[in-house]
C-alpha cells in the first residue's frame, strides 16, 4: 500500500508527504524494515522528503524512521532488537550478528543449536546482501516475542533482487517465483567464485527445523514457507 501511494503521487507530480502513523497499534520488523529501507530510497533516489505524524513512543524507539549503522548508535548497541539497523559492510554485519546473539542468549534460555543456527541464518543472509543486490545498504531488525518463544527477524534490501541477480547466470529463471524457488535449491548461485549457493537452502532447512516461518520477497514474487 505504502509503494503504491507513493507511486501514484509520483505520477501526480509530488515530492513531498506526510506520513501519519495514528492507526499504528503494533510495531513488527515485517513493516518497520521495508518501510526503513524504502523512506531511504525515496529520499535519495528520487528526492523526495517526508514528515510525520502521530509517531508512538515504540515507533520512535525502533529508529524506523532514521536507521542508524551500529558504529553510529552506542546506546542501543547492548539492546540491539527491536531497532531497525543499516549494515554496509563486513564490519557491520559482525558487529550486529554478535550484538544479535549476545541479547538473545541474555533474554531467553535457548535449547542446543538454536544460537548456532540463528548466527549462520543472519551471517548468511546479509551476506547476501553485501554480495548480490547491488544496493548501498541492507537494513535489518530482530524482535523476540516472548509468548510465542520465537524470534521474528526481517532483512530488506533495495537492491536489483533475486530474478536480475540470476537473470545473467546458467540458471536464467523466468520470472521472480522462479528466481526465488531456485535460490532456495542447494548449490544455486550467480557465480561459485563468490559463494556456493548454499545459503538460501541452509536457510530454510534451520527454519524448517526450528518450526519456523520463512517468507521471501523478491519484486513480484513471494514464497512462504511455514514450518507445523
Known amino acids: 500500500d505504502f509503494i503504491r501511494t507513493i507511486y501514484e503521487g509520483k505520477k501526480r507530480g509530488y515530492k513531498d508527504f506526510i506520513l501519519d502513523f495514528s492507526d499504528v497499534d503494533r510495531v513488527y520488523p515485517n513493516a ?39 558504529q553510529d548508535d552506542r546506546i542501543h548497541q547492548r539492546s540491539p532488537l527491536d531497532v531497525v539497523w543499516k549494515f554496509a559492510s563486513p564490519d557491520d554485519v559482525q558487529s550486529l550478528v554478535d550484538a544479535y546473539l549476545d541479547a538473545v542468549s541474555r533474554s531467553t534460555v535457548c535449547q542446543q543449536g538454536v544460537i548456532q543456527g540463528l548466527e549462520w541464518c543472519l551471517n548468511e543472509v546479509m551476506d547476501n546482501v553485501l554480495q548480490h543486490s547491488d544496493a548501498p545498504y541492507g537494513y535489518v531488525m530482530g524482535q523476540i516475542h516472548r509468548t510465542s518463544q520465537h524470534m521474528a527477524v526481517c532483512i530488506y534490501d533495495f537492491g536489483q533482487g533475486i530474478l536480475n541477480s540470476l537473470r545473467t547466470s546458467e540458471h536464467a529463471p523466468n520470472n521472480a517465483v522462479d528466481a526465488i524457488t531456485l535460490a532456495l535449491k542447494e ?16 536457510l530454510h532447512n534451520i527454519v524448517r527445523t526450528n518450526s519456523g516461518l520463512l517468507n521471501i520477497t523478491s519484486g513480484s514474487g513471494i514464497i512462504g514457507l511455514r514450518s507445523d
Open 187 to 202: 548449490g544455486i548461485t550467480r557465480d561459485k567464485n563468490i559463494g556456493q549457493g548454499n545459503g538460501m537452502w541452509g
Open 32 to 70: 518497520c524494515v521495508p518501510l526503513a529501507g524504502l523512506i531511504d530510497y525515496y529520499r535519495s533516489n528520487w528526492n523526495f522528503s517526508f514528515d510525520y505524524q502521530n509517531i508512538s513512543t515504540f515507533l520512535e524507539k525502533t529508529k524506523t524512521l532514521e536507521p542508524p549503522t551500529f
